[in-house]
T-cell receptor
Framework: ETGVTQSPTHLIKTRGQQVTLRCSSQ?????VSWYQQALGQGPQFIFQ???????GRGNFPPRFSGLQFPNYSSELNVNALELDDSALYLC?????????????FGPGTRLTVL | GNSVTQMEGPVTLSEEAFLTINCTYT??????LFWYVQYPGEGLQLLLK?????DKGSNKGFEATYRKETTSFHLEKGSVQVSDSAVYFC?????????????FGTGTLLAVQP
């Protein structure tokens, strides 16, 4: 059973550019959640995808968008990058079934915006 | 709204000392509670969880008991090791809405000295 994987590991962009981050969910999971973790802070919820539909969104602007594919992998897209977007982006997968929704995290993508 | 409060770090202990990291929460209903651990440069790993009042989660010598009367989920370990040095995050997941998102505390840095 493979765990959650993310790519790339690190990324450097400049202000105004666009970026796409990728996540492969754990085998058997149907839900992907994305979080932003600024340095020294706890992760903040960006949005969640369930069966290819957005299933909730945190307090992030529309320039943060996402997709989930039929194989349950996911992408996070950020347009018009700002300096404050520099952070560790974490993807978590889970199985939405009954009351159990335990989320398992990938290693993250470190984004630096210059 | 739902929130998590953790004791501020860093917590510095000698090897084999007893560890307690306090965590309290505010939530409506009956959330599930989690402890995640983050080693330097890595993503989050699930350490333990509890889904209802009086449940005790345990893993790798760590324990935490879901106390609804005090809205707490304190993390304990009887004898820490240098390898336990990491950042520990307390988190909750509420129910009742469409989105099962995690709400994290700010994290507590644990440094164990030999």
């Amino acid at each position: 059973e493979t765990g959650v994987t993310q790519s790339p590991t690190h990324l450097i962009k400049t202000r105004g550019q666009q970026v796409t981050l990728r996540c492969s969910s754990q085998s058997g999971h149907n839900t992907v959640s994305w979080y932003q973790q600024a340095l020294g802070q706890g992760p903040q919820f960006i949005f969640q995808y369930y069966r290819e539909e957005e299933n909730g969104r945190g307090n992030f602007p529309p320039r943060f968008s996402g997709l989930q594919f039929p194989n349950y992998s996911s992408e996070l897209n950020v347009n018009a990058l700002e300096l404050d977007d520099s952070a560790l982006y974490l993807c978590a997968s889970s199985l939405t079934s009954g009351r159990s929704h335990t989320q398992y995290f990938g290693p993250g993508t470190r984004l630096t915006v210059l | 709204g739902n929130s998590v409060t953790q004791m501020e770090g860093p917590v510095t202990l000698s090897e084999e000392a007893f560890l307690t990291i306090n965590c309290t929460y505010t939530a409506t209903g009956y959330p599930s509670l989690f402890w995640y651990v983050q080693y330097p440069g890595e993503g989050l790993q699930l350490l333990l969880k509890a889904t209802k009042a009086d449940d005790k989660g345990s893993n790798k010598g760590f324990e935490a008991t879901y106390r609804k009367e005090t809205t707490s989920f304190h993390l304990e370990k009887g004898s820490v090791q240098v390898s336990d040095s990491a950042v520990y995050f307390c988190a909750l997941m509420g129910y009742g809405g469409a989105t099962n998102k995690l709400i994290f505390g700010t994290g507590t840095l644990l440094a164990v000295q030999p």
